[in-house]
């Protein structure tokens, strides 16, 4: 039972990590050898350059200009200038939406925290249930408890409070969550609108198509649309297999990398001709001549990529029963891509097509069949994963004790009887091994959702994002309020009553309070913090800075910008909500942290995104519906909880009262889902055609057939030298389509300043004025 | 504990009344003045004229020919006589997929019988489990018991059959379900596309057209219609709320009629003018004459509606914001019946139009906030329906008993202190309440859906089909296999763990077999055969002839042939399925009775469709999805049941085994609902495609925009004289509509002979040689 002091004492060691790592990352920004982890984006965008290439040699490493160590915190007002719709045109709406997750959790818990402290906090605190408790049965509590509801007596009449501010709180949050859902379909809605051409907008992928032992798939989609679009059918683009041929390329790319750092060792060092096994690794085989034999290797693989390309051009195999079909107007794709096209619903399936770099092409060739097996099948994989996955960590733990690694390996005997070594082994070999699974959970995750099928990356991200929520609620949020692995508890739930379980979790909530305080600080605070430090990219940039870099494309490469990465960071998000739900009216002291770290996370992120992340694709924030679905989970699951608390607490009079609100906040759902969800999943006809009539008056004379000719290419042959696919003609359109002209500049250690916030930003000076 | 002499008793009461029914049915279809009861179907298709018009005297009322007394068992050959696609162009395509569920049920059970006599019951048999409990324990058990699963001992082997049996019943039950709905989903799409030329197939219906300031709803919607689908767009008429004209045309018709029945009785006897009195009934108020009465009141209604006609077609505020949309092709309509047509989509809603007799006129103007609200009240309300509803039903029960009645009306006391008076008060007036309650809820259901919303009639009727089925899954099967009112047992289920509910209903389950057969025989046997009989219409029918009828088309109205009634029907079909699937691995010698209730109400009703029901409209078997839907839950209803009892059996080792099988059902699920489902909700572009380029080249010059124009005016400006609507071209359009051109005659005791099973039908002779 934590007090007040106790808490005060995590607070301030997490606040102190936090600080550290604020100015950590502050002081690391600024200098000019950290410029491309701190601010890949711009570089990406073309619109920085390295800092290294000027001034003196030290100060092309260190930063020198003791004036910028002064406002070392000036990147937190910068990161909350750019305002939205700038934002949106340099990182995509993807991003922002994202972003207006942090904001919801504090549109949603500031007032909820303000009316839980101003009512619930004094309701609570002017009882004395737990000292009375402590006096008689010699119960100890802390100070916290004092605030939460466990101090309001069994059957007190203070309890009408508390469900009155669940009233509130529920109707809040559904305003708000219906408010920010309405914004962020109009945002979608116009960001469809008002984007430029895009080849997605005319194109829909067309599955399933059906075989024919007349004509080739091809013909096949050709003949279909002529006759059931004939007037809005433009092109198709059938798809290749040519996976086999991408890892080829893959793999002839490595080899010329090894074959350029073989040249450059022997450039350096004339005296020895660098040597290598052909075997496993280069670990083991035959020694070689390591410059002849990666040349030999690269000339090997440039034939075999030649007869592949070859192969797949020709052979009927390699063409999958799906393509990518092109329509004359938006309006016809929207509603090819809307309708059904033969009387089997499993053929010929229409959908959006994602944007050409949002494609998951292993995934386009799954028949209808295959797919819902796949489906059955992660379920149940999903199933067992989630409540039996300690089996395999417990079996792993067991085996990776002490003794059993003396058994098995008794030359590290000696090393492994030292007793600091024995102590740490035995302190984490167990942890470890959960952790490492815990590491590789989001990859397990997402290699389910390939496995399933799903056709872009946005989508399997999402996919595994609610997965990953799921695994969590159990596996971290339950498994904390009550003890037990997620099996015990299945076990546990199987064996009592529908109205028991409610209570169960309701009785352990406000007992587990200070522990999720405990979580929100070190996960939430210290964590964010270390988040905008950017430790991994960091090291990993120099080393690869150090050893491989060679020229400046490959310092492009080193770079990792990396992304938001949605499938672990909204999960991971909504826990917040979920506690904050949970606890806000049971503990409201809780409130405060969620708070911080919402707030917090939000400057990070928007600095983050700003300045380092690099979106690989755009969904037009079609996620909107995931997260809103999941905050209602969470509120249903926070209400349920408190009428189990309730009803233990001796106010189970309240129960018809508190089981109005699930039902009215799945009504709320519904309604929600209705009205709003259309936006992010079909494409309005009166949008198509509006744009299409504009379009139509702006440039007649666009060539739209070669524009849209080899959009959907598979990207190994577009990225290839010898590629014979794109003619200058697209090359040209499809440059103009990378080429993003804008009005921004970017300075060495701020973000660019805004065009629309004017031209007072305050900035460093130059680097080129030192 | 009923023996099986017991059954025996039983069975041989239920097939003797059965018996009578039929015999009586025989006999009275025979006689000439029974016509119009038993063949109505043919007189509303013009193909029969009464034989009382023909002979005698005598054999206009009774038919003396001998001959066909004989052969009086000949209608149901008669009724299987008739091939399945000469059924559909008869009945409609409604009728024949609802006599599918019969030949389903056929399909499902009959295989599964022979499987579960040849191996279970011998597997059930040779055991001496109960001989042994009735020796130890003094335990009664019958001999149907000894069949059942309760005869095989705690814990042995032989439960591993039971399991196999259960796959293999699932697997083959899957098997029909998925054949069969393939066959539907066929037929269906097969019934679009041979369909004559129909206004729906161009129509599509347009709800919450947004009020706008400058334009009419008609003009909006053309404007909106025009620039949003340019090339597809044809014409369109408003909806028109005409419901006050409706009443008052109904109420003039029953003025005029009243009128007509006051000139008869004064033509009669001309000595006295009838009198009436001007209150309510005509039970109080002013005496007056009552020709002069009736007369005046015709002509003041006569005036009212010409007013309300004008006012209607004047005041914008009878234009509701809705209107149907007709499209130059089939294609147009099918784009945009499945297209979301702007950004908001609450707004501009399209979805196809049913046929004009399928529209239910009064709903078609509820906005979209109304329509989730009205879900929720009529959700909860029938959450309280299904589970409270014994509470006022006790009531009024407690209310009805002898001591109540005297002390509120002590004038009646005398007469209901009659002992034999007295017993049948006692006896029945809590058993009335109850009755009464169960007669009227598939009309308080209906009344639900209205509320809704729902636009067709079909739709209607396949919404109040699920509520029925749900609440007599709970007040008649649950309540019957557990005693205690629905709200008990969800009082026990809320307070019992998730494993243990299966448990509860599992050990329940097999005690029940007896009661449950005499259910089915009573219910199913001599019920089916008691529908045959139209005992009700036939009484109405003579009464309405005696005293009312005085033209023929008089005579045409008190025919009354009634439908199939989708709404009680179906779900009382679905309670056999559900205990055919329940009772097939507990206690195989269930299942004969469910085979005799499939094949008799396969015939009878197959008769019934022929001969008797007209049904109001035709939905292209729209409800399948629904029944298939049932059928799963049924199946995975018995599978949880069957796992409930192995456990308590001391099988519990076989529940992996077996929480594999609704795993695998909800798969299939899915599956079938991907796979056939779109069939039943959409319509396919490239069949609409196929149809429209047929039509074109076959009729050019057709004018669709006349044929549409008035298809869809509401009924009230239809049927009237003063309707100028229509013009004379339109008339002879919807004329042609009505007068079907048919290869078919009547027979006068016999359906018609069919053309395809040619002309070797057994016939009775013709009433005119007689």
């Not at 102590?423 to 952790?435: D, E, H, N, R």
């Amino acid at each position: 039972m934590a007090t007040f002091a106790d808490i005060g004492v995590a607070a301030g060691i997490n606040i102190l990590f936090a600080v550290a790592f604020l100015v950590a990352f502050a002081f690391l920004r600024l200098q000019p050898f950290n410029d491309r982890v701190y601010f890949p984006k711009w570089y990406l965008k073309g619109l920085r350059s390295s800092p290294m290439h000027t001034g003196s040699f030290v100060s092309k490493f260190v930063n020198l200009d003791w004036r910028s160590y002064i406002k070392f915190l000036n990147w937190v007002p910068d990161a909350l200038k750019m305002p939205e719709p700038e934002l949106i045109d340099h990182a995509g709406l993807d991003s922002v939406v994202y972003l207006r997750i942090y904001l919801l959790g504090l549109k949603i818990f500031v007032p909820v925290a303000l009316l839980a402290w101003t009512i619930l906090v004094p309701v609570n605190w002017t009882n004395n249930t737990l000292a009375k408790a402590q006096a008689t049965e010699k119960l100890d509590y802390s100070d916290i408890d004092k605030l939460s509801i466990s101090n309001v007596p069994f059957g007190s009449q203070r309890f009408w409070t508390h469900i009155v501010m669940a009233y509130a709180f529920t109707f809040w949050t559904c305003y708000t969550l219906r408010k920010e859902y309405a914004t962020v379909a109009t945002m979608r809605l116009h960001f469809l609108a008002t984007e430029r051409r895009r080849p997605d907008q005319f194109t829909v992928l067309v599955r399933n198509v059906p075989p024919d032992l007349d004509e080739s798939v091809s013909e096949l989609v050709e003949h279909f649309f002529l006759v059931n679009h004939p007037d809005n059918y433009l092109t198709h683009q059938v798809v290749i297999n040519a996976n086999k041929l991408a890892k080829l390329v893959k793999e002839k790319k490595s080899k010329e990398n090894w074959l350029d750092y073989y040249q450059i060792k022997y450039s350096r060092n004339q005296s020895k001709r660098p040597m290598t096994k052909t075997g496993f690794l280069g670990l083991c085989g035959d020694k070689v001549d390591a410059i002849d034999y990666q040349r030999a290797e690269v000339e090997r693989l440039s034939i075999e990529i030649a007869e592949e390309r070859e192969r797949v051009r020709k052979d009927p195999k390699c063409i999958m029963p799906a393509a990518f079909v092109s329509f004359r107007t938006r309006w016809g794709a929207a509603v090819c891509a809307q309708t059904q096209q033969t009387r089997n619903p499993t053929l010929w399936l229409t959908e959006w097509a994602s944007e050409p770099r949002d494609v998951y092409w292993d995934n386009l060739a799954i028949p209808y069949v295959s797919l819902t097996i796949r489906r059955l099948i992660a379920a149940v994989a999903f199933f067992f994963l989630t409540f039996f996955f300690m089996i395999p960590v417990t079996l792993v733990q067991s085996l990776a004790n002490i003794e059993g690694i003396e058994k098995r390996a008794p030359f590290l005997k000696p090393i492994i009887e030292i007793p600091f070594i024995k102590s740490v082994i035995q302190g984490f070999l167990p942890g470890i091994a959960l952790k490492l699974f815990l590491i590789v959970l989001p990859s397990i995750l997402m290699m389910m959702s390939k496995f399933e099928g799903f056709l872009s990356i946005s989508s399997l991200e999402r996919r595994a994002a609610s997965r990953y929520y799921i695994f969590n609620f159990f596996n971290v949020f339950l498994v904390s309020v009550i003890a037990g692995t997620a099996f015990q508890q299945l076990n546990t739930f199987l064996h009592q009553s529908a109205n028991e379980i409610p209570k169960t979790i309701g009785v352990a909530i406000p007992m587990k309070a200070t522990f999720f305080i405990t979580y929100v600080m070190v996960d939430g605070w210290a964590g964010v913090a270390g988040e905008i430090l950017r430790l991994k990219p960091l090291i990993f940039f120099h080393l690869k800075n150090f050893f491989l870099v060679k020229t400046e494309k490959d310092r492009e490469e080193a770079m990792d910008p990396g992304s938001i990465g949605f499938n672990t960071g909204e999960p991971r998000i909504q826990l917040y909500f979920l506690l904050g739900l949970v606890y806000a009216v049971v503990t409201p002291v809780f409130l405060p942290f969620i708070l911080v770290f919402f707030a917090l996370a939000y400057v990070v992120f928007r600095h983050q995104i700003i300045n380092v992340y690099n979106q690989e694709y755009e969904s037009a924030a079609a996620f909107w519906p995931d997260v809103h679905g999941r905050i209602i989970c969470a509120l249903i699951f926070s209400q349920l909880v408190l009428m189990g608390l309730m009803s233990s607490k001796g106010a189970a009079q309240s129960t018809p009262l508190l089981i109005a609100l699930p039902v009215l906040t799945i009504f709320f759902h519904r309604f929600c889902k209705g009205r709003y969800e259309p936006a992010f999943a079909r494409y309005p006809l009166q949008e198509a055609m509006m744009k299409d009539t504009l379009e139509r008056a702006r440039e007649p004379n666009f060539n739209l057939k070669a524009y849209l000719q080899y959009a959907y290419v598979h990207p190994v042959f577009k990225n290839d030298d010898e590629n014979d696919y794109e003619d200058d003609e697209v090359n040209g359109i499809l440059d103009e389509n990378v080429l993003v002209p804008t009005k921004r500049q970017s300075r060495k250690n701020t973000p660019a300043p805004s065009k629309v916030s004017g031209t007072s930003t305050p900035s460093l000076p130059e680097n080129s004025e030192l």
